[in-house]
């Protein structure tokens, strides 16, 4: 474990809970964490815990659609590394019944907001290297025709986004890796037409499967990236 002179600094989106939150946990071990996100009382809750694992914690409640992300860049702090799993999605996912204000939502939170907290971020991870962790999806590798119209077209632009990053960035020791995971059993699943039952979740992932993949990333070599990491439950046949 490194000691606190060697310690590096993950800001995360989305922590308040599902794959954010557990990402902060996995994270706490090796990482001092600043948790992002909306419900200040399910961050305090997961800094507690983040606590207990050894990091320092910082909270900061944000809606990452709403606040500039060199505003939040300063609210923070010191920022080496950045896992960005912030997501929406909507009931509404056809061309036939999704409206364009969802539509809109959809992509703000998903890409939009990606790009301008990497944006802001850059210039100080330019000095001295970072690794930047982007939570994308299966829809980003493969059809996945449930996902939705909005929630597909984000998460398919996320590889480019990350594409150009490593193209343009690794000059300056900057890394950017996609997680593409299947289903998480997460109260994310609450925002489908029809959420499924317990008996679908059992074979699903779990948060802390997809921030396993998260921590091999950060915590990789310097002079090794993981462009792309797609993870699916055992016995998942779609391609």
């Given amino acids: 474990m490194p000691d606190a002179t060697t310690r590096r600094r993950a800001l995360i989106t989305g922590a308040a809970s599902g794959t954010g939150a557990a990402c902060a946990l996995a994270l706490a071990p090796t990482h001092d964490v600043v948790l992002v996100g909306r419900r200040r009382g399910r961050l305090e809750d997961v800094a507690e815990q983040a606590r207990e694992r050894g990091a320092t914690a910082q909270v900061v409640e944000a809606d990452v659609t709403r606040r500039d992300g060199a505003d939040l860049l300063a609210e923070a702090g010191r920022v080496d590394d950045l896992v960005l799993a912030a997501g929406l999605n909507a009931r509404r996912r056809t061309w036939a019944d999704q409206t364009t204000d969802e539509f809109r939502a959809i992509i703000d939170t998903n890409l939009v907001s990606v790009a301008d907290l990497v944006g802001a971020a850059l210039p100080s991870m330019r000095e001295r290297g970072g690794t930047i962790s982007i939570i994308s999806s299966l829809s980003a590798w493969m059809t996945s025709p449930g996902a939705g119209v909005a929630y597909r077209a984000s998460k398919m632009a996320l590889r480019a986004l990350t594409d150009a990053l490593n193209e343009q960035e690794a000059v300056h020791g900057v890394r950017a890796g996609l997680i593409m995971p299947g289903d998480i059993d997460t109260e994310f699943l609450e925002h489908r037409p029809a959420p499924p039952g317990a008996q679908p979740r059992m074979s699903m992932l779990a948060a802390e499967d997809v921030a ?27 391609r």
């Fill in 212 to 238: 396993a993949a998260v921590v091999f990333a950060l915590t990789a070599p310097a002079h090794v990236r993981i462009d792309e990491l797609v993870i699916t439950p055992l016995g998942s046949v779609q």
